[in-house]
């Protein structure tokens, strides 16, 4: 395996000793990566807890819950746009790609290429993509499953935020546009989890509701391989869940089962219980709860609604200190409130999509904060997902474990150099980030 690995991680070792003798002979200082451990580092096999790989099925059903494909054009921070030079990079490690940049002509070439190994590589694919990024496991998001993704290197995360509105969400739908076509989508996976259990439209009474939808949903997602559901509801509506008393919820849910449109105050009553009860079913079971708390993407997303303080009522909720929350994407700006939540004995997080948009020096900097507090409460994470056409999710799942890697290098490196740690416990850190804390938390059982 470490035959393997080596080349694969060249780049990143290569940037590593590079950054190490400029340092040195620029300026006479000792260098910023400890060469040893970015050695060890490279060799490391991933757990990744967040990624959005794609079937080898060109149609690839089931592949998201809420696609921005309706929303427009959408920014994207430099780092992932096609002109960045990640993605060259990111064709030298993935296809043996010798040139320096990608122009109209180059990408026409480089499709053939990737057609070519596609189609070599048949159902083993999404595997193959997993060696060349050093990546043992990797958390599939998706609506379902498909060929080419193999429970043994692909676990399933399944969507759950349909489960929160059994009523209409005309009035929810109003907010933002975005919201507009949010919503209908969450519609038709609803109808789709009645139909599982054989019903053709809502129950009655919510006590119904919970013992033939919410639960057998939950339960049935378990027995089919789910290591953990999946909450993207900042794109819906606010994180601010408050505990509500089953009777009020009940009334509104009664209200308006046969037809009724809620009123948004009324709806948040329903919504808020529906979570904690389905955070407390997830505890029972055995799943995990992973819940988008990054300023998403989108020209309407409500950043302020995915502020993970206002989680905190859920984290401190004794009837839910059972259930394992993973608050992904490191907060992104929210990184000091993600501080915070990682007193919570229940809470984890993950650094995916900031191994995508931001660069190893920014992400270093945030790790170390979290390293020196909470190490065994850290998850590698890629948010690996395609970009379009030619910039596809085999090349995001690159270009994220190259940076974290590098991030984790540099911050632990720091941690050595300022006699916080030493190289032996740096090395057991990192270990621990990138496969060992999510090894436990959701007992994979890998050696």
Request: with cysteine; net charge neutral.
């Given at each position: 395996m470490?035959?393997?690995?080596r080349?694969i991680f ?5 940037v590593?000793?590079f950054?190490?003798n400029h340092?040195?002979?620029s300026?006479?200082?000792a ?13 490391i ?7 959005h790989?794609?079937t080898?099925?060109t149609?690839?059903?089931?592949a ?5 494909d309706g929303?427009g054009v959408?920014?994207l921070?430099?780092?992932?746009r096609?002109?960045?030079a990640t ?6 490690a993935?296809?043996?790609f ?8 180059t ?5 053939v290429t990737v057609?070519?190994?596609k ?12 060696d060349q990024?050093g990546?043992?496991?990797m ?5 379902a499953?498909?060929p ?5 290197r ?11 509105f ?16 949010f919503y209908?989508?969450?519609t038709?996976h609803?109808?789709?989890?009645l139909?599982a259990?054989?019903l ?6 919510l ?6 939808v ?6 049935a997602q378990?027995?089919a391989?789910?290591?953990a559901?999946?909450?993207e ?14 009777a ?10 046969n037809g009724g ?8 009553l329903?919504?808020d219980?529906?979570f904690y009860?389905?955070a ?5 079971l ?12 989108g020209n309407?997303f409500v950043?302020?609604?995915?502020n ?5 009522p859920?984290?401190?909720?004794p ?6 929350f993973?608050?992904l994407?490191g907060?992104?700006?929210?990184s ?14 993950d ?18 904060q979290?390293l020196?507090?909470f190490p065994?409460k850290?998850?590698?994470g890629t948010?690996?997902?395609?970009f379009g056409?030619?910039y ?5 799942a ?6 974290g890697?590098k ?7 720091q ?7 030493s ?5 057991e850190i ?8 999510a090894?436990n938390?959701y007992h994979l059982?890998?050696?």
């Amino acid at each position: 395996m470490k035959k393997l690995l080596r080349p694969i991680f060249f780049l990143c070792t290569a940037v590593f000793n590079f950054s190490c003798n400029h340092s040195r002979y620029s300026n006479g200082q000792a260098p910023p990566i400890d060469a040893e451990l970015a050695d060890s580092i490279s060799e490391i096999r991933i757990v990744d807890n967040h990624a959005h790989p794609n079937t080898i099925d060109t149609a690839d059903a089931g592949a998201d819950a809420l696609p921005m494909d309706g929303l427009g054009v959408i920014a994207l921070p430099a780092r992932v746009r096609p002109e960045s030079a990640t993605w060259v990079s990111a064709y030298q490690a993935m296809y043996g790609f010798t040139g320096a940049e990608l122009d109209e002509q180059t990408m026409k070439e480089l499709s053939v290429t990737v057609a070519r190994v596609k189609k070599e590589k048949g159902e083993n694919f999404p595997a193959w993509v997993l060696d060349q990024c050093g990546i043992e496991v990797m958390f599939a998001n998706r609506m379902a499953m498909g060929p080419g993704l193999s429970p043994a290197r692909f676990r399933w995360v399944m969507f759950d935020d349909a489960l929160l509105f059994p009523l209409s969400t005309a009035q929810e739908a109003t907010v933002t546009p975005d919201r507009q076509i949010f919503y209908p989508m969450e519609t038709q996976h609803l109808k789709d989890y009645l139909s599982a259990q054989k019903l053709s439209k809502v129950p009655a009474t919510l006590d119904a509701y919970l013992k033939q939808v919410v639960s057998p949903t939950l339960e049935a997602q378990k027995k089919a391989g789910c290591v953990a559901i999946k909450f993207e509801v900042a794109y819906l509506r606010s994180l601010d869940f408050e505990k509500t008393a089953y009777a009020a919820a009940a009334t509104v849910y009664a209200r308006n089962a046969n037809g009724g449109t809620p009123s948004r105050q009324d709806y948040k009553l329903l919504q808020d219980y529906l979570f904690y009860y389905i955070a407390r079913e997830a505890g029972r079971l055995g799943l995990a709860v992973h819940i988008h708390d990054f300023p998403g993407a989108g020209n309407y997303f409500v950043a302020a609604g995915s502020n993970p303080l206002l989680l905190e009522p859920v984290f401190n909720d004794p009837d839910l200190r059972n259930t394992k929350f993973v608050l992904l994407h490191g907060g992104g700006p929210f990184s000091e409130e993600i501080n915070a939540m990682l007193w919570k004995p229940n809470v984890y997080i993950d650094i995916s999509l900031l191994t995508q948009f931001w660069t190893p020096d920014q992400l270093a900097a945030v790790l170390r904060q979290y390293l020196s507090q909470f190490p065994e409460k850290v998850l590698f994470g890629t948010d690996a997902d395609s970009f379009g056409p030619g910039y596809g999710w085999e090349l995001s799942a690159w270009i994220a474990t190259s940076t974290g890697r590098k991030a984790i290098c540099i911050a632990l490196s720091q941690m050595i150099r300022s006699n916080e740690l030493s190289r032996k416990r740096a090395l057991e850190i990192a270990r621990m980030v990138m496969r060992g804390n999510a090894n436990n938390l959701y007992h994979l059982g890998l050696k």
